[in-house]
């Protein structure tokens, strides 16, 4: 059992060296950003459908976690969020932190209005915990789904080009975001706002269709790396010591 220990912390190290700083970057930056901005609900011409700005950035970690799949397999792209949210977790215990630490928000300074702008700031930016709790737990849940399912689709098509691409990441980010949606809804909105469950279906469809819209426009983009990753052997040490392991 140690010595399993040791030899997946080895292949995680290993895996997160042997990927493209800048990806990993860009992973967990919109991981940590996008819970923040699921702050703020944007506003719909309908009361039974609701979207928040995260959607603006949710995209792109699904993006990143089916090119990682694509190139290195379900395994690793699951310890991506894993080490993603992790991140998060980090980030929104500081941000906790400073919203308790007596002082006041630069906003706040607003005659008359400054105790309540510092309070909304403060409950914004350190967040509450079953907010917290439920997005860690959709986004774990639907990571796994999104990258088996990528994963399993591929050795479906048995396929290496942009076609078999679009098609595993299409369906895998349409149900992967579903869920993703699905849980978060159920988990939160369900639970302490009164949603019924009809709108947590509907909430949850409409937020994965128009994040699959934004993976549609930049999955071309998403293909390039992969054949870039391959072209250029990226993760050549990780697949050297994945082989020796298994």
Request: glycine fraction near 6%; hydrophobic fraction near 55%.
């Amino acid at each position: 059992m140690k010595l399993n220990l040791k030899q997946e912390f080895l292949e995680f190290k290993t895996f997160i060296r042997s990927v493209p700083s800048t990806v990993v970057a860009l992973f967990v930056i919109s991981v940590v950003i996008m819970n923040l901005l699921a702050n703020k609900s944007i506003n719909l011409p309908v009361s039974w459908l609701a979207l928040d700005a995260g959607i603006l950035l949710s995209w792109l970690t699904f993006l990143t976690m089916d090119v990682v799949t694509k190139h290195y397999g379900p395994k690793a792209s699951t310890e991506l969020a894993i080490f993603g949210i992790s991140i998060n977790l980090l980030v929104a215990l500081i941000l906790f932190i400073a919203s308790v630490i007596p002082g006041m928000w630069g906003e706040s300074f607003v005659e008359g209005s400054e105790t309540i702008i510092n309070t909304a700031l403060n409950n914004t930016i350190g967040g509450t915990w079953y907010v917290l709790l439920g997005s860690t737990t959709a986004f774990i849940v639907s990571a796994i789904v999104n990258n088996t399912l990528n994963f399993l689709l591929g050795k479906l098509t048995k396929k290496d080009n942009f076609l078999s691409f679009i098609f595993r990441t299409y369906i895998s980010t349409m149900i992967g975001q579903f869920v993703d949606n699905l849980v978060f809804a159920f988990m939160v909105s369900f639970v302490f706002f009164a949603w019924t469950p009809l709108q947590c279906v509907t909430c949850a469809l409409t937020g994965a269709i128009v994040e699959l819209l934004f993976e549609i426009i930049f999955s071309p983009l998403g293909y390039k790396i992969v054949k870039l990753w391959k072209k250029d052997d990226i993760g050549k040490d990780y697949f050297l010591l994945r082989g020796k392991n298994e």
